[in-house]
């Protein structure tokens, strides 16, 4: 982790940092975050992000100021002359009373952090991810389906027991028995070259890079749907992908033990890959 970290309008050193013991993010889950990732010291969609955190603390009632945020994302990458890095946003309710009561916050909390980002190698965006089915199951019912919460313990949970199985990545399905999501990145399939993902209905976050995906898709004239996907799926899609933020389009090759297709990246998958970064490239050369 680096050094200088922003805290509620200052930048300052992190073992300086302190959070009250009564913040309700400490105490309650009860705050949002966002993962970017920032090339050459420029944070990609910085504004996407920005906008889904500033939703998503609307329907919170966490008052965020999304200019200020966007500068301290700045100042945080400059303090620590990060070029390829991680960068977390964090909001929360700020503090309140010990008994749960939200109208007792009187101010929110703000936290910006960054550290240098090593991507996975070349080999593995050409070989792609292993994952298992988690025995956790998303809520698709829930008041906070599709915010990226300060709640993270099922995500965890589940990326736990995929790694004690030696597994990358852990698929949830929804209460419904359908696919939502991964741990910690969105689902893609591809069948007759024609593009699939969960619905937002499934229960599933509103990825960054999810929605880039689906923009690039229907440039490149690759039919894309949205919709609620049984299980079996996988094994009768020609290609999987996962996408996040930080790993981009990453392939996805194995699902509990069993091969997708033939168990290697396809060709829907590179094309989208090629593309992402070129727009990746793009964003730099426009700065």
Not at 32 to 57: C, I
Not at 122 to 143: D, E, F, H, K
Not at 169 to 194: C, H, R, V, W
Not at 235 to 252: C, R
């Amino acid at each position: 982790m680096t050094d200088i970290v922003y805290l509620n309008g200052s930048l300052v050193p992190r073992d300086k940092a302190a959070v009250s013991v009564l913040d309700y993010g400490f105490l309650f889950g009860y705050g949002l975050f966002e993962t970017m990732r920032a090339y050459q010291g420029q944070v990609f969609l910085l504004d996407r992000h920005l906008s889904r955190l500033e939703a998503a603390a609307a329907r919170l009632d966490i008052p965020v100021a999304a200019p200020e945020l966007a500068k301290a994302v700045a100042a945080v990458i400059k303090a620590n002359g990060l070029s390829s890095a991680r960068v977390r946003l964090a909001v929360s309710k700020g503090e309140g009373r010990l008994t749960p009561d939200p109208d007792s916050c009187k101010k929110a909390t703000a936290l910006v952090m960054g550290e240098p980002y090593r991507p996975y190698p070349a080999r593995i965006y050409r070989n792609g991810l292993r994952a298992v089915t988690a025995s956790y199951r998303r809520n698709s019912q829930s008041p906070l389906s599709g915010l990226k919460t300060s709640n993270y313990l099922e995500n965890i949970l589940a990326r736990r027991e995929a790694k004690k199985t030696g597994a990358d990545e852990a698929l949830l399905l929804n209460e419904k028995g359908t696919l939502a999501e991964a741990s910690m990145s969105n689902l893609f399939l591809a069948k007759d070259s024609i593009l699939m993902t969960p619905d937002l209905s499934s229960g599933i976050l509103p990825g960054i890079t999810r929605g880039v995906v689906l923009e690039l898709a229907a440039k490149l004239g690759i039919k894309a749907v949205e919709t609620e996907i049984p299980p079996e799926a996988i094994f009768e899609a020609d290609e999987a992908f996962l996408t996040n933020s930080l790993i981009e389009i990453m392939p996805l090759v194995e699902v509990d033990g069993k091969p997708i297709s033939d168990g290697k990246r396809g060709a829907v998958t590179a094309r989208l890959q090629k593309a992402y970064r070129a727009l990746v490239r793009k964003s730099l050369k426009s700065r």
